[in-house]
């Protein structure tokens, strides 16, 4: 029997923590026909932080929803990470929404910025922050995690199940605590 989900806690913290004691072995590998990009597990805990703190330092407040509109890179995890560290709720997209979609999506969501690099189509109105503007965050001191209600939401996935209507399902922080229970016979 799994013991409950303990309080307080951080989705973020808890995944980067098995880093701690070996933080130079690589944690995160970005492979493709003409490159490959690796992370330790030092260096991504330490980027994940520096974008929670410049997360925070743009102005936005524990709660607040942040519209993820990046492709496969290492964006991606470094500012799902750095969101939820900060306490921030991040809501990744598919790259291959288009900008109508996208507004469609953000009018019932409200996010207070969306993150996007600059060949993915945006929702149209909002704050935006550009990518190269998170890269730079990297290398920020490193914000405090966020702990709280193991309950409160840690991120949300837009899904259309068998209706066709995409709907937001929020998932709580313990979501990774319970992925325990299914590590027997994987």
Not at 87 to 100: H, I, N
Not at 104 to 124: C, F, H, S, V
Not at 160 to 176: C, M
Request: charged content about 15%; proline content about 11%; overall charge positive.
């Amino acid at each position: 029997m799994l013991p409950p989900c303990p309080a307080p806690f951080n989705l973020a913290r808890y995944v980067l923590a098995a880093g701690a004691a070996t933080p130079d072995k690589i944690a995160l590998a970005v492979l493709g026909p003409s490159r490959a990009e690796r992370w330790s597990y030092g260096r991504l805990t330490g980027a994940v932080r520096g974008v929670a703190a410049g997360l925070l330092a743009e102005g936005l407040a524990p709660g607040d929803r942040v519209l993820l509109r990046l492709g496969d890179t290492a964006d991606f995890p470094l500012t799902f990470l750095g969101a939820i560290a900060a306490g921030l709720v991040p809501v990744p997209t598919s790259a291959q929404l288009t900008g109508p979609e996208m507004t469609r999506l953000a009018e019932a969501l409200q996010p207070a910025l969306t993150i996007a690099a600059p060949d993915i189509a945006r929702p149209g109105g909002g704050p935006v922050l550009p990518v190269r503007a998170l890269r730079e965050m990297h290398a920020l001191d490193p914000a405090p995690w966020h702990m709280g209600d193991p309950n409160r939401p840690g991120y949300i996935v837009f899904t259309s199940g068998t209706s066709g209507v995409a709907r937001g399902v929020v998932h709580a922080h313990r979501a990774i605590w319970a992925r325990r229970s299914m590590w027997q016979g994987w």
